[in-house]
T-cell receptor
Framework: DQQVKQNSPSLSVQEGRISILNCDYT??????FLWYKKYPAEGPTFLIS?????DKNEDGRFTVFLNKSAKHLSLHIVPSQPGDSAVYFC????????????FGTGTRLTVIP | DVKVTQSSRYLVKRTGEKVFLECVQD?????MFWYRQDPGLGLRLIYF???????EKGDIPEGYSVSREKKERFSLILESASTNQTSMYLC??????????FGDGTRLSIL
């Protein structure tokens, strides 16, 4: 049973616009959330994370929002760039630094020049 | 910068063969992981290890085993390869509470 869900397999956005990638989870015990980016023929790379005690974390063009009551998080990329085109995975764990990560199925973002 | 190296990028094996996938990390991380990535299923954890000679089953350990004889090396073993084990295999390592760092993956085809 998929505890972390990314319901949009793909997303296309114009360069310069905002990209919003969504992720839902079912386990209310999840305490820590991460986003990874994956280019073809490469492994996933860590992008940004958020603890459940926060509702927002920002790092440059990337912001993650967490809505615990809705069990929903989103990744905003502003402005989007062609180099952002990749597959994005969200992941969750029961505590910060825990070994067991639960991954979503990924969303392929295409940024159109 | 953390380096996680998987020995093969592409591998083709036959049904019934014993297959070894090797992973080496250079950051003295305690924790190492093996995942498989399949379309529509995301990354699923096969096994992880939190210390030398220690291992824990992940979500899909059936048909796989692992070996961690040295801290820097974590091997995934397919005891008798089957076609449903055709997949992308990803190794990761992690130190303390830091995020996992991934290798570039091994695309394994079982014929």
């Amino acid at each position: 049973d998929q505890q972390v869900k990314q319901n949009s397999p793909s997303l296309s956005v114009q360069e310069g616009r905002i990209s919003i990638l969504n992720c839902d989870y079912t386990n209310s015990m999840f305490d820590y959330f991460l986003w990874y980016k994956k280019y073809p023929a490469e492994g996933p790379t860590f992008l940004i994370s958020i603890s459940s005690i926060k509702d927002k974390n920002e790092d440059g063009r990337f912001t993650v929002f967490l809505n615990k009551s809705a069990k929903h998080l989103s990744l905003h990329i502003v402005p989007s760039q062609p180099g952002d085109s990749a597959v994005y995975f969200c992941a969750a764990s029961l505590q910060t630094g825990a070994n067991n990560l639960f991954f979503g199925t990924g969303t392929r973002l295409t940024v159109i020049p | 910068d953390v380096k996680v190296t998987q020995s093969s990028r592409y591998l083709v094996k036959r049904t019934g063969e014993k297959v070894f996938l090797e992973c080496v990390q250079d950051m003295d991380h305690e924790n190492m992981f093996w995942y498989r990535q399949d379309p529509g299923l995301g990354l699923r954890l096969i096994y992880f290890s939190y210390d030398v000679k220690m291992k824990e089953k992940g979500d899909i350990p059936e048909g796989y085993s692992v070996s961690r004889e040295k801290k820097e090396r974590f091997s995934l073993i397919l005891e008798s390869a089957s076609t449903n084990q055709t997949s992308m295999y990803l190794c990761a390592s992690k130190g303390g509470s830091q995020p996992q760092h991934f290798g570039d993956g091994t695309r394994l085809s079982i014929l």
